[in-house]
């Protein structure tokens, strides 16, 4: 792509921020068009993401479409962005819910320019963060988007909102300040073994280091990491937040910032150091099913309807960590591919909440039932998603689970058993939830002037479950562009065990950096 | 004795318009005082000007007791910048307290004088000249405001504080002239080079004193009990100019006199050191987080970012030093930007410092509110923010020296101080209420001071580049 200056992943993330500054400039009073053009910018995003898409090279398990510009090269640092068939997806999740978030804003009346700029900064900090070829860069990008989400939490939160905002950042800071200087570390080692300083990832991945050396920089990758999947006992931040956002906040961070801690697990603390990884495989399974189990079983007993989604994104992500540190290839495709599921399922359940709460302004559950016969089209879209959610086969949630389960049966048997009861408990409350919210009469006389979906809310959905129901059905072109990628992250691994340890010569004193 | 005046000239330009400043006051009317903020923006201007053509210029006078290199040049930058937006930021507010601008502005310009010697002092007694000039500017600076109590107070105190900590100073500049026969830094380095098989206990003690009374100037714990009343109650414009410029000046001594000339000493009090450091982080970011005023609340960051600084001076060599030189000037457009945010808020001579103060200031002043916001998350080291560079070189030093463990507890420290940096965004875009319709300083000049600030803070962290290369380049002039 050195022919265009500005290179297509650039373009992707300078489309939103664009929309950003230009918002600036519009009055406040000026709503529609405020909204309108937030959603121009995104859909415009998405639109170039298609095309990304479309000029894919599916049997490259490479990094394609590289940009490279020097930075500070006296340190060694460059932007550099590129994706490969794991992050394609996940830029594709993003570029495709955030238009549908900046839709369902439309009922925001507070603030808006602020919440639609906030939105449009936290779209590029997403992306960017799934791009980023260099840690520093990628870490610049993981704590932007901290920012932005802080503040809507905070501004358009609900009761609790401080509270949830201040534990969010401090959580995910307490994180990713210990991987900063796990980052550093790392490229410090860099320079004593080639003599180059670097933080570019590809290059980083050819540093060998001693075991306990890599053990101790995975633990501060995986703790950040873990924070932000999140990995049982990390989330406790996660009810608050999702639960005290406004919907669309709720929505991108189930949606897309939980798959920030699943990538960074895959694309930096996995191949970084692969012999750490396998050395701590065994516990973070176990975490991840007790986070399955642990995560349905309090979703079961959630009187709260967005409360109750968001634990069972605890169980679901744990599903995900199960398939990736299974370290084979039906793992690890399993566990993207259940990325991408959760975070249209999820996603779609958010919104729906959403939905049911604009009307009624309560989110309990017992404070509903019986919608279907007054709401009979948001019934069938719940129906549709919490299947899905579920993994009925034919819908996207089934194939991720399926191959997880695979992958991770041929590792761990008897976790893995453990890790399907939690499909059973899944669909116990889900289904449980279903039937108190749709089913049965229809008791509260509130629930009798309901109206049902609007177009807009109609065109939020649509686009979502047909994309479920295509995941479902034909996964081919997915799982596809995703193998040649998982298996060169693989054999890395496995190379990787195979290569002579880095020694520990000259670790204090002298150290060339490069360029001087 | 041969005596080339050029490397006096930064210093002796900002003297020159103190002067005039100070004898153009008594002739001039009351309403046209605003004038003297001008000539002394004029002067500082000059001062840069002259800054920027010397660079690279490494020469000594006096018997090389002055010695303008790219360090000191560096320092006299930093020096003047904030000189300047102090002067920028007190236009309006000198009128609303009933402080005397003639004298205001000519004793900014006299400390700015004392600074700019500290940096390029090449002798321990020249060190003392400029830190006297600085110093005692600066205490009446503190309390100049007279109808405030607090004002007189911390005026007091910070004499007092400052009194003691120059009798540890002098005293151990004695003890090192005993050992060493000279206060000259170049006669002491050699002096400590030479191969021999005893050095007297006593320049040890010298060397201790010296540690302790620079712990007292830059407000290092536990020699800190000063800077929270004293930066209170100070005007809040010289507020600002105490936390960066004085503190950067003290810093700049330091790291001249102990980093390179006395380095030989450095295996006796690498050990202090870490412990200072250690200490002025932690208890500096956990005072900060309770303290009911911003005003206070910046006084302990201050402290804390003491702390961060002295990292870099126990990481030492190359990249300690320069990345101390490269906080101390991403540190000061934040801290200086926060402290003109808080001038804004002062309303006929009554201060508001308190985090209420700031409640629903987010969407009543946007852009003084994303400021605010831009310099906090500066400070509490958010990327892609000067803060953020800053702390990234200063920890990076560290595990190049194989303090992986001091970079530990420093990043731990900045997720203490996310705490209360958060707060006062908290209180600006997610409070209602607070700060009524006409309550600010408006000052175009104020305004101009903290969109300066607000520039710099991103400038530093998106293209670090440049300031990075000066620092490398200031500090390898020491060599």
Avoid at chain 1, 126 to 135: K, S
Wanted: hydrophobic residues 55%; glycine residues 8%.
């Amino acid at each position: 792509m050195s022919q265009f200056a500005v290179g297509h992943l650039s373009l992707i993330l300078l489309i939103p921020l664009v929309g950003a500054v230009v918002l600036l400039l519009i009055p406040r009073q000026q709503r529609q068009v405020l909204l309108t053009v937030s959603l121009l910018f995104s859909l415009a995003a998405f639109v170039w993401s298609m095309r990304l898409f479309q000029a894919f090279d599916a049997g490259n398990g490479d990094m394609q479409f590289v940009e490279r510009v020097t930075w500070m090269p006296a340190f060694g640092i460059a932007y550099i962005v590129g994706i490969d068939g794991i992050s394609l997806f996940l830029v594709l999740l993003t570029t495709f819910l955030m238009p549908l978030a900046i839709l369902a804003s439309w009922p925001v009346r507070e603030k808006i320019k602020e919440y639609l700029f906030f939105m449009l900064v936290l779209e590029t900090g997403m992306l960017g963060a799934f791009v980023a070829l260099d840690l520093f860069l990628f870490y610049i990008f993981w704590e932007v988007m901290l920012v932005p989400m802080y503040f809507l939490i905070g501004i358009w939160g609900g009761a609790r909102r401080i509270y949830a905002a201040l534990k969010f950042v401090v959580y995910t800071m307490a994180g990713s300040l210990l991987m900063l200087v796990a980052i550093i570390y790392l490229a410090t080692r860099y320079a004593h073994v080639h003599q180059v300083l670097t933080f570019d990832l590809l290059q980083l991945y050819n540093l060998h280091l001693p075991v306990n050396e890599q053990t101790w920089l995975f633990l501060a990758f995986a703790l950040s990491f873990a924070i932000k999947v999140p990995l049982f006992p990390f989330h406790t931040w996660l009810p608050d937040a999702h639960v005290e956002a406004p919907t669309a906040g709720s929505v991108i961070l189930a949606g897309i910032l939980l798959k920030m801690g699943t990538y960074g697990f895959l694309r930096f603390a996995i191949p970084l150091f692969p012999n750490a990884a396998l050395a701590m495989a065994p516990v973070i399974i176990a975490l991840a099913v007790i986070g399955i189990l642990y995560g349905a079983a309090v979703a079961m007993m959630q009187a709260d309807f967005k409360k109750l989604v968001a634990y069972s994104s605890v169980s679901h992500l744990g599903f995900v960590m199960l398939g990736l540190f299974a370290l084979n290839i039906q793992g690890i495709q399993g566990g993207i591919y259940q990325m991408i599921s959760h975070g249209l399922s999820t996603g779609a359940l958010f919104f729906l909440v959403g939905m049911i709460y604009d009307r009624r302004h309560t989110r309990m559950i017992d404070d509903f039932g019986g919608l279907w016969q007054q709401m009979p089209v948001f019934s069938v879209f719940l129906l549709i998603v919490t299947f899905a959610s579920i993994g009925l086969p034919g819908l996207n949630g089934f194939i991720g689970e399926f191959l997880i389960l695979l992958g991770a049966f041929s590792v761990t048997p008897g976790w893995t058993a453990a890790a399907a009861c939690g499909i059973i408990l899944g669909a116990i409350y889900m289904l449980w939830m279903l039937r108190r919210l749709i089913f049965g009469p229809l008791t509260h006389p509130e629930n009798q002037k309901l109206v049902d979906l609007s177009h807009r809310e109609l065109l939020i959905l649509a686009p979502i479950v047909a994309l479920i129901l295509i995941m479902g059905v034909y996964p081919q072109p997915f799982l596809s562009r995703m193998q040649p990628s998982v298996d060169l992250t693989l054999k890395r691994i496995v190379t990787s065990q195979a290569a002579p340890v880095a020694t520990n010569h000259g670790t204090s004193g002298e150290m060339k950096t490069d360029g001087r | 004795m041969d005596a080339s005046l050029i490397p006096l000239l930064p210093g002796a330009q900002v003297l020159l318009t103190a002067l005039v400043v100070m004898l153009l006051d008594l002739f001039i009317d009351e309403h046209e005082r605003g004038l003297l903020a001008w000539i002394s923006l004029l002067g500082l201007a000059l001062c840069g000007a002259e800054a920027i053509l010397l660079w690279g210029s490494s020469e000594g006078t006096f018997g090389d007791t002055l010695l303008l290199d790219n360090f000191a040049l560096f320092f006299t930058q930093i020096f003047i910048a904030v000189a300047a937006l102090t002067v920028l930021s007190s236009m309006r507010y000198v009128r609303e307290t009933g402080i005397h601008e003639g004298e205001f502005y000519s004793l900014i310009l006299f400390a700015t004088t004392g600074m700019i010697v500290m940096a390029a002092a090449n002798d321990l007694m020249v060190f003392f000249l400029g830190l006297e000039t600085m110093s005692v500017a600066v205490y009446v600076l503190t309390g100049m405001w007279r109808s405030s109590a607090r004002s007189s107070e911390a005026a007091m105190k910070y004499f007092l504080m400052g009194a003691f900590a120059t009798g540890f100073l002098l005293y151990g500049i004695a003890l090192i002239y005993g050992a060493t026969g000279s206060t000259n830094l170049n006669q002491i380095s050699a002096y400590l080079l030479e191969p021999q098989g005893q050095w007297p206990p006593y320049l040890f003690v010298g060397g201790l004193l010296l540690l302790v009374g620079f712990g007292f100037k830059v407000g290092a714990v536990p020699f800190h009990f000063w800077i929270p009343d004293v930066y209170e109650g100070a005007p809040t414009p010289v507020t600002g100019f105490m936390a960066v410029a004085v503190k950067a000046a003290a810093f700049a001594a330091w790291a001249r006199i102990l980093m390179h000339e006395l380095s030989p000493l450095d295996s006796d009090w690498a050990l202090p050191l870490r412990v200072l450091a250690i200490a002025t982080m932690t208890i500096g970011n956990l005072l900060a987080i309770s303290q009911p005023s911003v005003k206070r609340m910046l006084a302990y960051s201050s402290i804390a970012h003491a702390g961060y600084l002295l990292i870099g001076i126990v990481a030492g060599e190359e990249w300690g030093s320069t990345s101390l030189l490269f906080y101390l000037a991403t540190y000061a457009p934040a801290t200086f930007g926060a402290f003109a945010v808080i001038t804004l808020l002062t309303e006929q001579d009554k201060p508001k410092e308190d985090y209420g103060h700031f409640a629903g200031l987010g969407f009543k002043r946007p852009f003084v509110a994303m400021a605010m916001s831009l310099f906090m998350l500066s400070l509490a080291g958010f990327p892609p923010l000067a803060g953020f560079t800053g702390k990234f070189h200063i920890f990076r030093s560290a595990i190049i020296a194989g303090h992986t463990d001091l970079a530990i507890i420093g990043v731990l420290n900045s997720l203490l101080s996310v705490i209360y940096y958060l707060r006062v965004i908290v209180m600006m875009y997610m409070n209602e209420g607070g700060v009524k319709g006409k309550s600010f300083i408006e000052s175009p000049y104020l305004y101009t001071a903290v969109g300066l600030a607000a520039a710099a803070t991103i400038y530093l962290g998106v293209l670090p580049m440049r300031t990075l290369e000066w620092s490398r380049s200031a500090f390898s002039s020491l060599f």
